[in-house]
């Protein structure tokens, strides 16, 4: 009973700290931040930082998992909604428009995931993190497969769904930063949420069954 105890105080002293680092991250950035930030917003000596992780790097990526966690909720609701493949695989696009405007932290944290340093040794941490972002692409690959199956999806279009699911997240990835990023004044662009869905109608058109 006490050690699982200890280990539950353990859990939620780690979590605090998440949250702690989340707070001081998205508000100074994460360059602009130190571990004794961190310690002062959670409340605790930075000794005790240390007991829980090794560097900000590590905490960044305790972040990044939350975040990829939370895509991953998304896409599975998005899943488990829909009938046919084709419905999923537009569901799970517009779950990810979603995801960027109501957790735009956690996007633009999931966004830095592949540039963003990896520890000398591979540890539990980062095979979480791993394993998150396969399960995310996953989902996709699932609903295709879904779509293949059910005749919805095009086995024409879609002859690699791995490849696929790359290919429409990535896509429609690219466009959303397109909205979220300045505008000049010397140039006309679309409406933000009228190109977002317009992309998103493409790109299910894109591997439709004929």
Do not use: W
């Amino acid at each position: 009973m006490l050690k699982k105890r200890r280990e539950l105080e353990k859990l939620e002293r780690h979590e605090e700290i998440l949250d702690a680092a989340e707070r001081v991250f998205f508000q100074k950035s994460y360059e602009q931040s130190t571990m004794d930030d961190i310690a002062k917003e959670a409340v605790l000596s930075r000794a005790l930082l240390y007991v829980y992780f090794t560097d900000k790097a590590a905490i960044m990526r305790g972040i990044m998992l939350r975040a990829g966690q939370a895509l991953q909720v998304r896409f599975e609701s998005a899943l488990h909604k829909r009938d046919t493949g084709l419905a999923q695989i537009e569901g799970i696009g517009q779950a990810y428009h979603d995801f960027s405007c109501y957790e735009p932290h956690y996007f633009d944290v999931l966004t830095s995931v592949t540039t963003f340093p990896e520890p000398p040794i591979a540890d539990a941490q980062l095979e979480a993190l791993d394993s998150c972002r396969s399960r995310i692409n996953n989902v996709m690959v699932e609903a295709l497969a879904n779509g293949i199956a059910d005749g919805s999806i095009s086995t024409e279009r879609v002859r690699d769904p791995l490849q696929a699911a790359f290919y429409l997240q990535g896509a429609l990835h690219g466009v959303i930063m397109q909205t979220r990023g300045p505008r000049s004044s010397m140039s006309t662009y679309p409406d933000g949420p009228q190109l977002i869905s317009y992309t998103i109608a493409m790109l299910t058109l894109s591997v439709k069954a004929s």
